[in-house]
């Protein structure tokens, strides 16, 4: 049994844990404002607000219904546009309607629930965090602008809230119904209950999961390990950080201890999915996909990461590289389950590359990562990681070791290449052709080093 | 004025097809697509999906009372493929079940079994097997060989543009129910309710009166729903009519993506000669129309290839002819542009070419053949009201295309790893259906007692604001207030004989019937008034919801008129009827005057190109557009905007992809990407040109729904502009979308 509070009501369900919460909205409850567009979190149309309490306080944040499983919401406060409407319009509403921000309409409660999910959050809601909320809603009729002009609109008016409590603050404002005050005190009665016992499929975000797989899983029950609290939590242990499994990848972005020793790893984070995906995609969830071009995992290859699996029985870590033993093959057995990653926080310069057709929630053609440690132009230590080049995410290995304890120079790029093309095998396919995604990949590796060391490494150099 | 319909959006309130409140009883279907693109069927098995629990009836060829076809052009189009399947994805069977999920399992354990045919994907192979939908057609001007001699500068080349995915966020659907008089209800989300009600009524055996298509909006349309909403509809209507239950069909996206047709893909080959003074003398081309397994709407979109073959420019000699191949892929359809986009980008990369080679700016080839006033069209049309030369100077003005230049060189000069572009893209449009015939419609205008106003035509509400729009007219001719006015959904039992909300002329066909259904009510109530104030009818008027005699305002108001009306027993219905004066086309000589009038605009698009990565940014997107005198400049805005960027996703983004097998791989939102917030350019203007408009545009407000498609084509070109800059070795191709691969290839070709 289900129990969450959907808008105004508390709902429990008996339905299977893993039928997904787009059709509970939809047609067990009769909420026709949240539309099926995609079934694949690509156009946000089906997108909600996610309450969870963090103490007495509810942190709100927009997902994509397609892609919830029911078993992922309990003791959680859902919103659709419903859950929303009050007499008159709110800031959000009136800020799209006044600005022609809707035409054919079919996408707009999707924005709509996207903007108010920034206005709820503890953001500034400038127009900058606006059009990230907007970053997984797709609209064919506006080309934008005039959504661009509503965030603008809303931007203004919310240079006033009270980021300490936006609720409050919003519902001062007749731009929230009042009842959403109403529902911490609400979800601490419902007890908590631990989904991941359950048995049945494993699941965390299930951002990739029920991509593929919502229809077979409809009617099963799933065991969550989405929000899990031991698997959400990061630890400093002298230079080594354990980061949670379960912990979503715009949690990460909240880490201080990762902004302030790898800022480039949570400017990189923007070109990852959607801010609804980022809410809901965990750090386990992208390792075990084992896409070869998972970018968060890229991302870990080259921080050298190692990961720790757990069973009932025993509990082992590998070098994430070792994970992978072929295309969408690890080692990992049927009882196990990641629990954590492991990175060493060193004085290294990291930089992330990812190249798709859309700059903006897309899969890449082919992603990057590299940490380097130079003292003067001397290279002590180098690791590159590349994805969409070979059936695993992979470290470069060779190009890695070809660069580490050499003086950096144009023309040492330029040999690395040839060891780099030595070890990637890529294939075409619908991301592009074998022969782009070598050049891509080249281009990448230049990218790096002329993005850490412009003084030294200039695109004229290299070609 | 905004969308009248966006309060309801922003609340979730607005209906779509699948938000209709389902009746008691209702079952769902799903569609057995084919899985190979080109096999004779042999044998199909639907013992196990009937074993599935909850699986009422499967539907296939063999269930149809009628006639198992659905073309609407040319009868070449099987409702369900029975003896062969001609395209990956072809309705082969409706599973219909008691509720979606189990009919998709269902639908996945029919087996059937088939032999492989020859499968086409490439027009130019069809064109060799001559595998042709309807025989070839060529427009011609001048002559042709002739002028070849005139020329100083002869250049030749091919081109290539891809297909586009619709990508309306509403999918497919279709919800019908046995009616009580024997008949079916249909709710469609389709452009064409009259095309679904005569193609469901062929199917079955019944007349049209006996089947009801409504439809209250679509979620987006773009042409996708003009033909192809008809097939999913009717199966809803046969399984209603044979199980007597409501019926419910909704794609999901895979599906849809996999079975509906796309814009046509082209390929084509052209030659053009210059004057040394950069005239154009003489414009070959031939081009093949990639049309996909059966006509649809192929035959019409040809011709508008052929129409707006030359674009915006005068050329004295032209010879184009249109191939419409078919292959072995999903019928390709309607796509905002109707074929357009495919002919300019042609006439387009001929002058880039001839740019290239003769190393000048591509502007100054497309300036010294800008359209002028009484120039000929191909097609026998005189040109009048041309205001290209306008928009394509006051462009240049207003923008200072002349200081962009330089400042696009300074940045050029100064970045060693970006580039930018600019590029220029003159556009001219013909407004009317060019199937003549198609160019009527109808108004049903009922004024209710209380004064308020109930408008029905055959205009369909897909988000470009026809609805608003038609209230605005008859809050006009009234002079009411807008809120008196209601759109209701458009309904063949309400409005017979509808053509589709296409070709740009919703508003104009429509309004225009509207018009002259609110003038014979007005005329009627003007009498009233006379009466009723003791003048004649001709001093009566309305103003703000106030009777004026004489031009003074008397006590009378507008509710109390119509109050008046009533009891006097004075109809307070009307419908109106409109055809498109001055328009005929005849095909034999493929001459005529086939369009009420044409619209123009000039947008200038710069672009930066990273040229480490490949990636490119689309800066601006300045325009110049003749609206004439727009009856709505907020929605007008919001169509450029829209129009725009759907243009940008074509030139660079959206890449279609069937592999030799003719199976789609980017079927998926995952791998076909349409742009989103982040693609819009940072720098999006328009500025009206100052017309008066067309007498045959609606008030004078010109059609605005393709037009600006053709703009986005501008960064194709902005971005060879910016590679070139790059890549002194780069020799320009055409062969759009211009992808991220495809840029960093061309940054690095040799």
């Known amino acids: 049994m289900v129990t969450f509070i959907l808008n105004n009501t508390t709902v429990s369900t008996d339905k299977p844990s893993g039928s997904t919460l787009l059709d509970f909205i939809r047609t067990e409850m009769g909420l026709k404002g949240t539309k099926a567009g995609c079934r694949e979190g690509d156009c946000g149309a089906c997108t909600v607000l996610l309450g969870t309490l963090e103490g007495n306080k509810m942190i709100y944040k927009n997902i994509v219904a397609c892609l919830t499983p029911i078993g992922n919401i309990h003791r959680c406060h859902i919103v659709t546009i419903e859950g929303i409407n009050g007499e008159n319009l709110t800031i959000v509403q009136k800020a799209v309607v006044e600005n022609a921000a809707t035409q054919c309409g079919f996408c707009t409660p999707g924005f709509v629930m996207s903007l108010t999910s920034d206005c709820l959050s503890e953001n500034k809601s400038d127009s900058d965090t606006l059009i990230n909320a907007v970053s997984g809603n797709i609209c064919r009729c506006t080309g934008y602008k005039s959504i661009e002009r509503a965030a603008s609109e809303i931007a203004a008016a919310m240079r006033e809230k009270d980021q300490k409590d936006p609720v409050r603050w919003l519902v001062s404002q007749n731009s929230l119904p009042g009842y959403f005050l109403t529902i911490p005190e609400r979800l601490m009665n419902i007890p908590e209950k631990d989904f991941s016992t359950a048995g049945g499929r494993l699941v965390a975000g299930g951002t990739d999961l029920y991509v593929r797989e919502a229809d077979a899983l409809a009617e099963k029950e799933i065991a969550s390990l989405y929000r899990k609290e031991e698997l959400t939590k990061t630890e400093l242990k002298e230079n080594s950080l354990t980061i949670g499994t379960s912990l979503t990848i715009n949690e990460l972005k909240q880490s201080e201890i990762i902004s302030e020793s790898y800022p480039g790893i949570i400017s990189s984070l923007e070109s990852v ?29 080259a921080l050298n990461a190692d990961v720790t699996i757990s069973s009932h029985e025993t509990e082992r870590t590998i070098a994430l590289k070792n994970l992978y033993k072929g295309y969408k093959k690890l080692d990992l057995k049927e009882n196990e389950y990641l629990r954590s990653v492991r990175i060493n926080i060193e004085p290294s310069l990291f930089s992330f590359e ?110 | 004025m905004n969308n009248m319909e966006s309060a309801n959006h922003v609340r979730g309130r607005s209906v779509y097809l699948d938000d209709i409140p389902v009746l ?92 492989p045919l020859e499968i086409i994907t490439d027009p130019r192979i069809a064109r060799e097997r001559e595998e042709f939908l309807i025989p070839p057609r060529t427009f011609r001007l001048g002559e042709i060989e002739e002028a070849w001699d005139q020329c100083e500068y002869i250049f030749e080349g091919s081109v290539d543009s891809g297909a586009q995915e619709h990508l309306y966020i509403e999918t497919q659907g279709a919800y019908a129910y046995p009616a009580d008089n ?33 439809v209250a909006r679509l979620g987006g349309g773009f042409g996708g729903k003009e033909d192809q909403a008809t097939g999913f509809a009717v199966m809803t209507a046969l399984a209603a009519y044979h199980l007597h239950r409501p019926v419910k069909l909704v794609l999901p996206r895979h599906d849809d993506i996999r079975m509906t047709g796309k814009r046509h893909p082209y390929s084509s080959d052209f030659r053009i000669g210059l004057s040394k003074d950069y005239r154009i003398i003489a414009f070959k081309a031939t ?33 184009v002819t249109v191939y419409s191949c078919r292959t072995n892929l999903p019928p390709n359809t309607a796509f905002r542009g109707f074929g357009a986009p495919q002919g300019i980008f042609v006439i387009e990369s001929a002058i880039a070419l001839a740019a290239y080679k003769l190393n000048i700016p591509a502007r100054l080839i497309q300036k010294t053949n800008l359209l002028k006033e009484k120039d000929l069209f191909q097609y026998g049309q005189v040109a009048s009201g041309s205001n290209i030369k306008e928009c394509f100077n006051e ?91 209601k759109l209701e959904t458009t309904n063949t039992s309400r409005v017979a ?52 005699k004489e031009s003074t305002p008397t006590e009378l108001t507008w509710q109390e008129l119509i109050k008046e009306a009533f009891l006097k027993r004075v109809s307070l219905s009307e419908i109106g009827h409109y055809t498109t004066p001055k328009i005929f086309f005849d095909k034999t000589s493929e001459k005529g005057n086939p369009f009420a009038y044409h619209v123009y605009g000039t947008a200038i698009i710069t672009v930066t190109v990273d040229c480490i990565r490949g990636t490119y940014d689309i800066d601006e997107v300045l325009i110049v557009h003749d609206f004439g005198n727009s009856l709505n400049p907020v929605i007008d805005k919001g169509q450029i905007e829209g129009g725009v960027l759907q243009g940008l996703g074509w030139s660079t983004m959206e890449e279609i992809v069937f592999n030799s097998e003719g199976r789609l791989l980017s079927d998926t939102l995952s791998t076909y990407k349409v742009p989103d917030i982040y693609s819009a350019p940072s720098r999006l203007e328009c500025i009206p040109l100052e017309t008066t408009g067309p007498e045959l545009a609606v008030m004078k407000s010109k059609a605005v729904g393709e037009p600006p498609f053709m703009y986005g084509i ?16 780069y020799t320009p191709d055409f062969n759009l979308p211009m992808t991220p691969e495809k840029v960093l290839r061309n940054l690095y070709s040799k």
């Open chain 2, 24 to 115: 008691h009883n209702t079952l769902y279907g799903a569609v057995l697509g084919s899985k190979a693109a080109h096999a004779k069927i042999t044998g199909v098995h639907l013992e196990d999906a009937m074993a599935v629990k909850g699986v009422e009836r499967i539907f296939t060829s063999a269930d149809i009372p009628g006639q198992n076809e659905i073309g609407g052009i040319i009868a070449d189009e099987p409702l369900f493929a029975s003896d062969e399947t001609h395209y990956y994805g072809q309705p082969i069977a409706l599973v219909v079940a008691r509720d979606e999920l189990t009919a998709r399992r269902a639908a996945g354990l029919i087996k059937i079994i088939s032999e």
């Open chain 2, 714 to 729: 501008g960064a194709y070109f902005a971005i060879q502009n910016a590679i070139k800059a790059f890549n002194p070795g």
């Open chain 1, 354 to 463: 990812k190249i798709s057709k859309r700059k903006h929630l897309d899969i890449a053609s082919v992603n990057s990562a590299m940490t380097i440690i130079t003292n003067g132009k001397f290279i002590e230590q180098c690791t590159i990681s590349a994805g969409g080049v070979s059936p695993v995410p992979l470290t470069l290995v060779m190009t890695s070791a070809f660069l580490t304890g050499k003086t950096l120079c144009p023309d040492l790029i330029v040999s690395a290449v040839t060891v780099m093309e030595e070890e990637i095998s890529p294939i075409s396919d619908i991301r592009g052709s074998a022969g782009y995604k070598r050049l891509l990949l080249r281009q990448l590796l230049f990218a790096h080093f002329i993005k850490l060391f412009p003084d030294v490494i200039k695109l004229e150099d290299l070609i």
């Open chain 2, 287 to 319: 081009m093949y129309q990639n049309g996909g397994a059966s006509a649809d709407l192929s035959p019409a979109i040809m011709e508008r290839t052929l129409f707006h073959s030359t674009n915006a420019y005068f050329i004295p000699n032209t010879e």
């Open chain 2, 497 to 548: 004989n509808t053509s589709p909300t296409a070709a740009s002329s919703g508003t104009d066909l429509n309004g225009n019937a509207l018009i002259i259904a609110c003038n014979a009510l007005s005329a009627r109530l003007k009498k009233v008034a006379s009466a009723i104030t003791g003048c004649n009818a001709e001093d009566i008027s309305f103003h703000n919801e106030i009777i004026f």
């Open chain 2, 182 to 214: 024997g008949g079916i209800k249909i709710h469609s989300s389709t452009q064409g309710p009259t095309a679904v009600q005569r193609i469901t009524a062929q199917v079955l055996g019944m007349t049209m009166n006996q089947i009801e298509v409504d």
């Open chain 1, 273 to 301: 999915a959607s801010e609804p995906v980022r809410n809901m995609a965990t750090i386990g969830g992208n390792i075990v996909n084992a896409s070869p071009i998972a970018d968060f995992t890229i991302i870990l290859l």
């Open chain 2, 395 to 485: 462009a240049s003005e207003k923008f200072q295309l002349n200081n962009k230049e330089k400042e696009i060189n300074d940045f050029n000069a100064s970045s060693p790893n970006a580039r930018r572009g600019m590029a220029v893209m003159p556009v001219c449009f013909g407004i009317s259906f060019t199937n003549t015939t198609m160019n009527q419609a109808r108004a049903l205008v009922h004024i209710y007692q209380d004064g308020s106003i109930g408008i029905s035509t055959g205009a369909i509400e897909m988000g470009q604001g026809v609805n608003t729009k038609l209230a605005q007219i008859a809050a006009a001719v009234f002079s009411v207030n807008i809120n008196r006015v």
